[in-house]
């Protein structure tokens, strides 16, 4: 089993910034993919940035030059620099890896940026 812990969400102003931790416990040895997704009420879940298993990144268009993901490969944590925010960006941000084949998410942590 892997276990997925978030933090860092709140209330932000549009154009401020917040930064997101994801914290990696268990059986992570193998980790796949590791990053981030995001669901806005009403709204599908949809990927916001993520390593991928050749370790490069995939991103959002609508985040591109906004939100930054990093990791420690010791803490076993990746991070979200999200910058630029929008009110469009509100919503619940979820981190997620794949590991062995299995997927895991953590419980989401909101983010709610006022205009």
């Known amino acids: 089993q892997v276990q997925l812990v978030e933090s860092g969400g709140g209330l932000v102003q549009a154009g401020g910034s917040l930064r997101l931790s994801c914290a990696a416990s268990?059986?992570?040895?193998?980790?796949?993919?590791m990053g981030w997704f995001r669901q806005a009420p009403g709204k599908q879940r949809e990927l916001v940035v993520i390593?991928?298993?050749?370790?490069?990144?995939n991103a959002a268009d609508s985040v591109k030059g906004r939100f930054t993901i990093s990791r420690d490969n010791v803490k076993n944590t990746v991070y979200l620099q999200m910058n630029s925010l929008k009110p469009e960006d509100t919503a619940v941000y979820y981190c997620?890896?794949?590991?062995?084949?299995?997927?895991?998410w953590g419980q989401g942590t909101q983010v709610t940026v006022s205009a």
């Open positions: 997620t890896a794949t590991v062995r084949g299995g997927t895991y």
């Open positions: 268990g059986s992570i040895f193998g980790i796949n993919t």
């Open positions: 390593f991928t298993s050749g370790g490069s990144t």
